[in-house]
């Protein structure tokens, strides 16, 4: 699903339009495919009538195009115009020829006959506002969207409320939202999510969000516009094409190995989340670097893995380490570099060495000849590796081509030099702004994580959750992605998999503990594998 902006989706319709896709055919496709979404979705409903609130512009348009498509279906379906429209409104007539009723506020100015008709009906069809939504709302709209709302919540039992192209009185760039706006059950938007209803506070008031096309053109030359969005919604069966294949004939080697270096004394944990979910996304192997204290304590507690103990400085991996990770370099299809590493000076140092070299020569290992720059394999910086590197000076140019970098706002801070306020003010833009400057995948943790590459493309996960603010869940991520990773899925695809992923395990982890205070990164890793289970 792509994600627009409105200015973006009104240079679509408008290049659609002269393309000869007429709005009025746009209009039909978007209200027959409103109409089989409340089929699907509300069958159970039918018997209880449907009510659409209908404004003067292409939502009303829409609403009713869907409402006669619902009428001639055998649904009691009946409009009530917010606002008027042109008279002799061919939408107006269709639903009456339907054997749909038609209800003018201008008749009704003391809304009694709007409250029996919620009274009447079980499902509300909220087409007054769209997406060109300006705030606040003027007085005579926030007054009859106010007395919707109380009539609505005084219900019981409340009808189902369905959102066309976005609830009215949100702002579809921004995601403001008026106090009036009518909080909805199912949102269906049309051709393209728009991006302010993956934003807060819209987020909230869009219940499920469906998709329905409007008919464009496939003919990219005729829709340049269309052509150009790059960046989309994730969705299941998106994950779903770029998992790897699992063949009957396959060996642990086919599905790579993933090293992992991580940890330190006041941070074992890290290594395990990850390590664990490296293995749970199908990684063949999995090592566990560590400095070498953390080796006894940990061993037992993720027995299919191996293990790297590094020399270490108090707990901490030491510059000495490099040597070690240069010996084993030639398994690993996939490094993650930081989860629980710490940022003191031996960490410091041991990156510096890792990133920029020298390291000494390893006898027979081609990745390091003559003592140079180690010429490292795939890999994913996370927490404290991300700190470490903006120490660097030139770190863009001295790490893999499209490393996969998972900042949270804060790490995005140091490597970037900007403020958290700018960054979550802006979240999109300085993702793939600075994917592009460096080279690299940005996936930017927090509600509605981003995942940005260097070509343009960008994936939005469409998950807002207080669950997956806990210590650890970012080690779970890293460790899906790096999983991905080392199975040889390219860096972006891995990123949005993993994320989805991820993501989907905090809601899920919400079902089983019933609540998001008592979810912990483990529940997440353990309801991973449950979410997982679903794309094979």
Known sequence: MKLVSVAEMQAIERQADAAGHTYAQMMEYAGSGLAAVVVEECAYLKSGGILGLVGSGNNGGDTLVALAYLAGLGWRASAYLVRSRAADDPLVNRLEQAGGKVYHHTEDLTY???????????????????????????????ETFAYAKAAIQGKQPQPYLIAVDCPSGVDCDTGEAAPQCLPAHLTVTMAAVKQG??????????????????????????????????????????????????????????????LIIAGSVPYTGAVLLAGEAAYRIGAGLVTLAVPEPLHTTLAGHLIEATWLPLPDEDGYISGEAVEVIAHNLDRPTAVLLGPGLGVQEATSRFMTR?????????????????????????????????????????????????????????????????????????????????SREWGHIVVLKGAFSLIAAPDGRTAVIPVATPALARAGTGDVLAGLIV????????????????????????????????????VLAGDVLDAAVNVISTLF
């Open 112 to 142: 009694s006959q709007f409250a029996g008709l919620i009274k009447e009906n079980a499902i509300i069809m909220d087409g007054v506002l769209g997406t060109g939504t300006q705030l606040p709302l003027k007085p005579d709209l926030a």
């Open 197 to 258: 209803l993956l934003k807060l506070p819209a987020y909230e008031l869009t219940g499920k969000i469906r998709l329905v096309g409007i008919g464009l053109p496939d003919d990219g030359k005729s829709l340049p516009a269309w052509q150009a969005i790059q960046c989309f919604v994730t969705d299941r069966d998106w994950v779903r094409q770029v998992l790897p294949p699992r063949p009957l004939s396959a060996h642990k080697g086919t599905f790579g190995t993933a």
């Open 354 to 434: 890792l990133i920029s070299g020298p390291v000494p020569a390893v006898i027979g290992f081609l990745n390091n000849p003559g003592g140079s720059r180690l010429q490292l394999p795939p890999m994913v910086v996370d927490a404290d590796g991300l700190k470490l590197l903006a120490n660097l000076v030139g770190w863009p140019g001295l790490i893999p081509t499209e490393t996969i970098l998972t900042p949270h706002p804060g790490e995005m801070s140091v490597l970037t030099g900007l403020s958290t306020q700018e960054i979550q003010a802006d979240r999109r833009n300085i993702a793939e702004h600075y």
């Open 483 to 518: 999983g991905l990773r080392a199975q040889g899925v390219p860096a972006f695809e891995s990123a949005v998999a993993g994320a989805w992923i991820h993501a989907n395990a905090g809601l899920q982890a919400i079902a089983q503990m019933g609540n998001t205070a008592s």
